[in-house]
């Protein structure tokens, strides 16, 4: 079974909600410290990044500056982390979070070399505010990141288990793809990834596996090569 050295695990903020939508489920938050436990007892290093939308969508605020939207948001993301951090740290794990502003006593400046060397102790490294600028999703900062760290792959856990065509929530005929390329998601402007992730990691040769968090060890699953979702290729 193929099994990757490094990867990026992409948490949406929703999914960790589950069905109370904002805040965390723990049981959900605990099913996944389970599952990356098992990744790094196969000694594969995890860095992980969570998005903020169970707190915060700043794009959706009409009245407020969408830099100080952002910044927020951002802070949103810190949060998540420093809960399933916790989490995680609960169930045996080692973990530190990173960012690239600094949060005196709550988290340590990204640096590439610090954060690889974590990584290789077998510390699960959270990855959190964003790119540190506005108008940057965490979708790109997961693509950056990435790109940075040299993962083999960037795993991206959400409420959906793979790539359609259309959206299967709406379109019950909806296909989903086995692989896709970037280019194909551009150009059917599949969104999968806000453009500038997709651009980001066409042209850093950056895999993506997609795939469902509901899934019963869906991530031990593709984190180790047993793919049940869907793998949007460079080509």
Same mark, same amino acid.
Request: hydrophobic share 40%.
């Given at each position: 079974?193929?099994?990757?050295?490094?990867?990026?695990?992409?948490?949406?903020?929703?999914?960790?909600?589950?069905?109370?939508?904002?805040?965390?489920?723990?049981?959900?938050?605990?099913?996944?410290?389970?599952?990356?436990?098992?990744?790094?007892?196969?000694?594969?290093?995890?860095? !992980?990044?969570?998005?903020?939308? $169970?707190?915060?969508?700043?794009?959706?605020?009409?009245?407020?500056?969408?830099?100080?939207?952002?910044?927020?948001?951002?802070?949103?993301?810190?949060?998540?982390?420093?809960? !399933?951090?916790?989490?995680?740290?609960?169930?045996?794990?080692? +973990?530190?979070?990173?960012?690239?502003?600094?949060?005196?006593?709550?988290?340590?400046?990204?640096?590439?070399?610090?954060?690889?060397?974590?990584?290789?102790?077998?510390?699960?490294?959270?990855?959190?505010?964003?790119?540190?600028?506005?108008?940057?999703?965490?979708?790109?900062?997961?693509?950056?990141?990435?790109?940075?760290?040299?993962?083999?792959?960037?795993?991206?856990?959400?409420?959906?288990?793979?790539?359609?065509?259309?959206?299967?929530?709406?379109?019950?005929?909806?296909?989903?793809?086995?692989?896709?390329?970037?280019?194909?998601?551009?150009?059917?402007?599949?969104?999968?990834?806000?453009?500038?992730? +997709?651009?980001?990691?066409?042209?850093?040769?950056?895999?993506?596996?997609?795939?469902?968090? $509901?899934?019963?060890?869906?991530?031990?699953?593709?984190?180790?090569?047993?793919?049940?979702?869907?793998?949007?290729?460079? !080509?």
């Amino acid at each position: 079974m193929k099994k990757y050295k490094r990867i990026l695990l992409k948490l949406s903020g929703e999914a960790l909600a589950a069905e109370k939508k904002t805040g965390f489920d723990e049981p959900t938050c605990l099913a996944v410290g389970k599952q990356v436990k098992q990744l790094i007892e196969e000694k594969i290093e995890v860095a !992980v990044v969570i998005g903020g939308g $169970n707190f915060w969508r700043g794009r959706s605020s009409e009245t407020i500056d969408r830099v100080k939207a952002d910044q927020i948001g951002m802070l949103a993301t810190v949060m998540n982390c420093i809960y !399933v951090s916790e989490i995680f740290r609960s169930l045996g794990m080692k +973990t530190e979070i990173y960012t690239p502003f600094a949060c005196t006593g709550m988290t340590e400046l990204f640096s590439k070399d610090k954060v690889v060397h974590a990584m290789t102790t077998g510390t699960v490294v959270f990855l959190a505010g964003g790119t540190g600028h506005p108008y940057f999703s965490t979708d790109t900062a997961t693509a950056l990141r990435a790109t940075e760290l040299e993962t083999d792959i960037i795993l991206m856990a959400r409420a959906v288990d793979g790539v359609y065509d259309s959206d299967p929530k709406v379109n019950p005929d909806a296909r989903k793809f086995d692989t896709i390329s970037f280019e194909e998601v551009l150009n059917r402007k599949l969104e999968i990834l806000d453009r500038t992730a +997709t651009v980001m990691c066409m042209e850093n040769k950056m895999p993506l596996l997609l795939f469902s968090l $509901n899934e019963e060890n869906s991530i031990v699953k593709n984190g180790s090569g047993q793919i049940t979702g869907t793998v949007v290729t460079i !080509v």
